[in-house]
């Protein structure tokens, strides 16, 4: 799935995303794990100051979290860097 068709998965279903495929998202869209603690999972990427917090529920995705990983996406214009690529 490229970065295009994981936005729109995410964007069109975001209370039902596994836990795994956010993250697999985030990692796409150049974050990469800074750690985490228990149920939670931190990513962060180089030039975006804003943290991402994921937290794993019975292997579900909070859906506050999926919206936030989309407004990144959305506000540092991601998906135009793979376009540009």
């Known amino acids: 799935m490229d970065r ?8 069109h279903n ?6 795994e495929d956010l993250c697999r998202a985030a990692e796409a869209f150049g974050f990469h794990r800074k750690g985490g ?7 962060v990427r180089d ?14 995705a909070k859906p506050y979290q999926v919206r936030q990983l989309l407004k990144i996406i959305e506000h540092y214009t991601l998906l135009e860097d793979e376009d540009a690529a």
Do not use: A, C, M
């Open 47 to 60: 030039g975006i100051p804003d943290i991402l917090n994921f937290q794993n529920v019975h292997g579900k």
């Open 4 to 11: 295009r068709e994981t936005y729109e998965y995410l964007r």
């Open 14 to 19: 975001p209370k039902n995303v596994r836990f």
């Open 37 to 43: 603690k228990g149920s939670h999972t931190v990513y």
